[in-house]
C-alpha cells in the first residue's frame, strides 16, 4: 500500500508565492510518475503538472512559466513551487502518484488565492 501527504497550502494574496510538498510512503516502486492536480470550486479536477523518476517534467498551459515541480527520490517527495498565483490558482490541490500500473492520491490541500 501507499499512503500519501500533501502540505504547504493556504491563504496568499495574487502575485505572491507558496510551495507545496507531498511525501510518499509504502511499497514505492523506483521507477514511477508524481503529480498534482487541482480542483477549482465547483469544476472538475485538473491536470496541473507531472514529473518522472528520471526528472521529466510537463505543466499545463495555465501554469507554465509560474509553477515549478520537483522531486527528491531519496525522500518519495515531489514539490510544487508556485508563484505569480493569481486567483483562479484557487482550489483543493492534490498530489498523484503512479507507481506499478496504479494510481494514489493524497488528501489534498487547500489553495486560496484572494485579489
Known amino acids: 500500500q501507499v499512503q500519501l501527504v500533501e502540505s504547504g497550502g493556504g491563504l496568499v494574496q495574487a502575485g505572491g508565492s507558496l510551495r507545496l510538498s507531498c511525501a510518499a510512503s509504502?511499497?514505492?516502486?523506483?521507477?514511477?510518475?508524481m503529480g498534482w492536480y487541482r480542483q477549482p470550486p465547483g469544476k472538475q479536477r485538473e491536470w496541473v503538472a507531472t514529473?518522472?523518476?528520471?526528472?521529466?517534467?510537463m505543466y499545463a498551459d495555465s501554469v507554465k512559466g509560474r509553477f515549478t515541480i520537483s522531486r527528491d527520490n531519496g525522500k518519495n517527495t515531489v514539490y510544487l513551487q508556485m508563484n505569480s498565483l493569481k486567483p483562479e490558482d484557487t482550489g483543493v490541490y492534490y498530489c498523484?502518484?503512479?507507481?506499478?500500473?496504479?494510481?494514489?492520491w493524497g488528501q489534498g490541500t487547500q489553495v486560496t488565492v484572494s485579489s
Open positions: 514529473i518522472t523518476s528520471g526528472g521529466s517534467t
Open positions: 498523484k502518484l503512479s507507481n506499478l500500473a496504479r494510481d494514489y
Open positions: 509504502g511499497s514505492i516502486f523506483s521507477i514511477n510518475t
